[in-house]
């Protein structure tokens, strides 16, 4: 890799060998990482000058469900009425605002909050707060250390990009969402993945169901593509999280739970459209509601169709799989905050390589417009009623499956596929050697 010495940001991409050469010299480094910087503590700032008392975050829900368990009985986490009254004895919300909703978290992350009822609750939440930026760090350290291990100046790149990515700063850090979770388990799962460990992937995959519906297609693109040890992993660590919350709490706790779920299908209406980036949300601030179902579900089997036919041809492995499945998620899911964007990142990373416009290397463009996306969300939302994070995102899995798809015509140059066994392909002294690990 040559480093120049006058020249602007570039990507050079060898396709099939997930190998991206990036040159920048070190004034551009500089004034990534000086914007970095600005972007990541003007909200810090902002947020932190407002007086603890009139905060609103959405790790109240958290920290309240560990008060209900530490003061009641466990079926009253799923109460609505006690859900609010322990949110608004933590953390009370004025007369004549929005009031606390309910929280659809399943038991197993009540369980792993409830320790958080021996201490304060700003104390609780400074610890939160360390402990998800810990794991969206080594997060992204293992994603660029695993698909680009001898190209560090990635991280000039991707460090910076999330860094200052919106919705990682206000939407889930300074909110105390759990989206780092998610994140974490996303980037296990492609890392171990990428290694051929495909049950540990599946155990990482399974830390997911804290939200099923982060799961909406990549469960069903792993029962396409037969990922079987795969699944298996990922049964495995669903039935723990599932076994230790009914050990705690006893099996009325999943009735309760479901009554909940089911119950909240009516508060659609009552969503802030412009914090969502889902199909629903996006055509329901576009058009109104009258007709955002059904534009919603026309959209989802159209691009459900490309996607199933990217995933029958791909012949460059499952990384393009996975990453056109956890991309197409943040928007055919029936609810995707903005907070849960956060998880585009390890899907770029993971298919990097890929993101191609003809022969223009379109991974620079890409980033810029989920980056710039995500910073004018809110506000373009409000204005013109667009949520222009939902086209980014479409535009990325689109050249995700469009890659997918090129894949089915040639082999590429520097790859052999080998179907559906683990065997590595032979040394080649100019680039990496390769494999895909299959079932």
């Known amino acids: 890799m040559k480093l120049a010495t006058d020249a602007a940001p570039s990507f050079d991409v060898e396709a099939g060998d997930a190998w991206v050469s990036t040159t920048i010299d070190k004034s551009a480094r500089f ?79 009540a369980l792993l909050f409830a320790p958080t009822a021996r201490l304060p609750f700003w104390g609780a939440f400074r610890i939160h707060q360390a402990i998800s930026f810990a794991l969206y760090l080594f997060g992204l350290v293992l994603l660029l250390r695993r698909f680009f291990p001898a190209q560090p100046i990635l991280s000039n790149i991707f460090l910076p990009f999330a860094l200052a990515y919106l919705p ?70 669903g039935c723990v999280l599932v076994g230790a919350a009914t050990i705690a709490f006893g099996w009325h706790i999943w009735v309760a739970y479901a009554r909940l779920v089911v119950s909240l299908g009516s508060l659609e209406r009552l969503r802030q459209l412009p914090q969502y980036v ?74 990097a390589a890929a993101f191609r416009l003809g022969r223009t290397n379109a991974l620079p463009g890409s980033l810029l417009l989920i980056f710039v996306g995500a910073w004018l969300s809110a506000a373009l939302a409000l204005l013109i009623h667009v949520q222009l994070l939902t086209v980014a995102i479409a535009v990325v899995g689109s050249l995700q499956i469009a890659a997918s798809l090129r894949s089915s015509h040639k082999e590429t140059p520097g790859h052999t596929h080998f179907p559906e066994v683990a065997v590595p392909a032979k040394p080649n002294s100019s680039c990496h050697a390769k494999w895909d690990q299959y079932p």
């Open 168 to 237: 990682w700063i206000s939407n889930t850090w300074l909110n105390g969402q759990l989206s780092a979770l998610g994140f974490i388990a996303l980037a296990v799962a492609l890392a171990e993945q990428k290694s051929g460990h495909l049950f540990r992937s599946g155990l990482a995959l399974s830390v997911c169901l804290y939200k099923p519906t982060l799961l909406v297609l990549l469960i069903p693109m792993l029962l396409f593509r037969r990922q079987l040890r795969v699944l298996l992993g990922f049964a495995a660590g």
């Open 31 to 109: 004034l990534i990482w000086s914007v970095t910087a600005i972007l990541f503590s003007l909200p810090v700032l902002i947020q932190e000058r407002i007086v603890k008392d009139s905060r609103s975050v959405d790790f109240v829900y958290f920290y309240a469900a560990s008060t209900i368990l530490r003061d009641s009985s466990p079926e009253n986490l799923y109460n609505p009425e006690i859900q609010e009254a322990a949110c608004q004895k933590v953390l009370p919300i004025p007369n004549g605002e929005p009031t606390y909703g309910s929280s659809p978290y399943p038991p197993f992350v």
């Open 278 to 351: 889902d199909l629903i949300a996006f055509f329901s601030l576009l058009t109104g509601t009258r007709f955002a179902g059904v534009l919603a579900l026309l959209s989802t089997v159209i691009a459900l169709a490309f996607l199933i036919t990217a995933w029958r041809r791909d012949k460059d492995g499952p990384q393009l799989a996975w990453a056109g499945a956890i991309t197409w998620t943040l928007i055919l899911s029936p609810y995707v905050p903005l907070y849960d964007t956060i998880l585009i990142i390890p899907s770029m990373i993971a298919s």
